[in-house]
């Protein structure tokens, strides 16, 4: 697979922020009488204010994100960077990568900081958009800003949402993690973390390459 960018999702792909974001929207359900396990589960790729709008749509829903959002900014115990995503952001080009988050601008810096990953000259995050994923602008923005055809960008998720994101803005999606397990036909490969994961400049672009067998079903 070779490509002109390289447009990562944040958590679950390069930082390892479940444990703080399921802390902290369960403490959010419990005092608002939503099931707590429903709103972790649909939090996937979900800007905050969408999850929002979806469980309790009578409540004020920019407020409710403003006191999540502030607790995710001081939060930042118990973060790593998940195994591969120093070498894989190493080898790229500072001009060929960019991060495309759920979470604000604010949170996006403070976990990559946190974590010791450096910041992407291109970030685009939840107050960037009109419309979250799995909607496609915010993957198209990046783009965008880089200066790359979205055909010859590749996305790196561990959300369906943001897998049918990146599918709307007509891009290759590399998957991370047991979400795809029944999906396949969202991504171009499958693998468990970036540590499988490795990209090579040629005169072509950026190289990206998964181990044998990581391709999606029927490819």
Same mark, same amino acid.
């Given at each position: 697979?070779?490509?002109?960018?390289?447009?990562? &999702?944040? +958590?679950?792909?390069?930082?390892?922020?479940?444990?703080?974001?399921?802390?902290?929207?369960? +403490?959010?359900?419990?005092?608002?009488?939503?099931? /707590?396990?429903?709103?972790?589960?649909?939090?996937?790729?979900?800007? &905050?204010?969408?999850?929002?709008?979806?469980?309790?749509?009578?409540? &004020?829903?920019? *407020? !409710?994100?403003?006191?999540?959002?502030?607790?995710? !900014?001081?939060?930042?115990?118990? $973060?790593?960077?998940?195994?591969? *995503?120093?070498?894989?952001?190493?080898?790229?080009?500072?001009?060929?990568?960019?991060? %495309?988050?759920?979470?604000?601008?604010?949170?996006?810096? *403070?976990?990559?900081?946190?974590?010791?990953?450096?910041?992407?000259?291109?970030?685009?995050?939840?107050? &960037?958009?009109?419309?979250?994923? #799995?909607?496609?602008?915010?993957?198209?923005?990046?783009?965008? $800003?880089?200066?790359?055809? #979205?055909?010859?960008?590749?996305?790196?998720? +561990?959300?369906?949402?943001?897998?049918?994101?990146?599918?709307?803005?007509?891009?290759?999606?590399?998957?991370?993690?047991?979400?795809?397990?029944?999906?396949? +036909?969202?991504?171009?490969?499958? %693998?468990?973390?970036?540590?499988?994961?490795?990209?090579?400049?040629? *005169?072509?672009?950026?190289?990206?390459?998964?181990?044998? /067998?990581? /391709?999606?079903?029927?490819?």
């Amino acid at each position: 697979m070779t490509y002109e960018a390289v447009l990562f &999702d944040l +958590d679950g792909v390069l930082v390892d922020s479940l444990g703080v974001i399921e802390r902290i929207l369960r +403490d959010w359900a419990a005092a608002h009488g939503v099931d /707590g396990d429903r709103a972790v589960a649909l939090s996937y790729g979900r800007r &905050d204010i969408d999850l929002i709008r979806i469980l309790t749509p009578h409540l &004020d829903a920019e *407020a !409710e994100t403003a006191e999540i959002v502030a607790r995710e !900014e001081r939060e930042t115990t118990g $973060l790593r960077a998940l195994p591969g *995503a120093d070498v894989l952001l190493a080898s790229l080009h500072p001009e060929a990568w960019a991060v %495309v988050t759920s979470g604000t601008r604010a949170v996006a810096t *403070a976990r990559l900081a946190a974590v010791s990953l450096p910041s992407p000259k291109v970030l685009v995050a939840a107050e &960037d958009v009109s419309a979250g994923k #799995p909607d496609p602008a915010g993957y198209l923005r990046a783009a965008r $800003l880089l200066g790359r055809s #979205p055909a010859r960008c590749l996305v790196v998720e +561990d959300a369906v949402a943001g897998a049918e994101a990146a599918h709307a803005a007509g891009m290759d999606c590399l998957g991370i993690g047991s979400a795809f397990d029944d999906r396949r +036909d969202l991504v171009i490969a499958h %693998v468990p973390s970036l540590a499988q994961v490795h990209a090579i400049a040629t *005169a072509e672009g950026i190289a990206v390459t998964t181990p044998r /067998g990581a /391709g999606r079903a029927g490819a």
